[in-house]
């Protein structure tokens, strides 16, 4: 369809964004080529049907830099094409809004409080953190944040958890 030609002219014209052309070997092994290839401070993962909203990236660089963490949780908005039965995206939880704990001690309290997400489109990675503990996707899983959230989270000493909505999951038919 062209995108990859459509990403390289992008590309050509802002050093900032870097194409990585690669046989598609499924999406633990894309977010693992990211990581390996990311030259920044902070990792975030969006999947391709949904989208963030404008300043995201902004209000969570300046979040993470503020507290220094590890990674910072966030909420989303749903939008649904179709009628679905869905969880809900917000983690509801004003007396821990921004204030910095240990993975732990973090998961331990969304898992009580039954809002416990594992997805990654909703968490925002210090990329140093994750080269560190050497935390990575296991490939040729099917839900691959599944495994990889809650592990990376129990290594965590600076999780935030902030009751903002960040990202956009989209529903379709």
């Not at 499924?26 to 990311?38: C, F, H, P, W, Y």
């Not at 869905?86 to 509801?92: A, I, R, T, V, Y």
């Not at 007396?95 to 416990?116: A, D, K, Q, T």
């Amino acid at each position: 369809d062209a995108s990859g030609q459509i990403c390289d002219r992008f590309s050509e014209k802002d050093p900032r964004i870097q194409v990585i052309h690669q046989k598609n070997e499924g999406v633990s092994a894309a977010r693992n080529k990211g990581l390996e290839a990311a030259k920044g401070k902070y990792i975030y993962f969006l999947d391709s049907d949904d989208y963030i909203l404008q300043n995201s990236i902004y209000e969570l660089v300046s979040c993470a830099e503020k507290h220094r963490t590890d990674c910072i949780y966030f909420d989303s908005l749903l939008q649904k094409d179709i009628e679905i039965s869905s969880p809900d995206l917000q983690f509801k939880i004003d007396e821990l809004n921004e204030i910095v704990m240990e993975g732990p001690r973090l998961f331990s309290i969304l898992i009580e409080r039954n809002v416990y997400s594992n997805s990654v489109c909703r968490q925002f990675w210090n990329k140093d953190f994750l080269r560190d503990n050497q935390l990575t996707f296991e490939e040729g899983l099917l839900g691959e944040d599944g495994l990889f959230s809650p592990v990376a989270m129990l290594y965590g000493k600076r999780m935030l958890l902030v009751n903002k909505q960040y990202h956009v999951y989209r529903k379709r038919g």
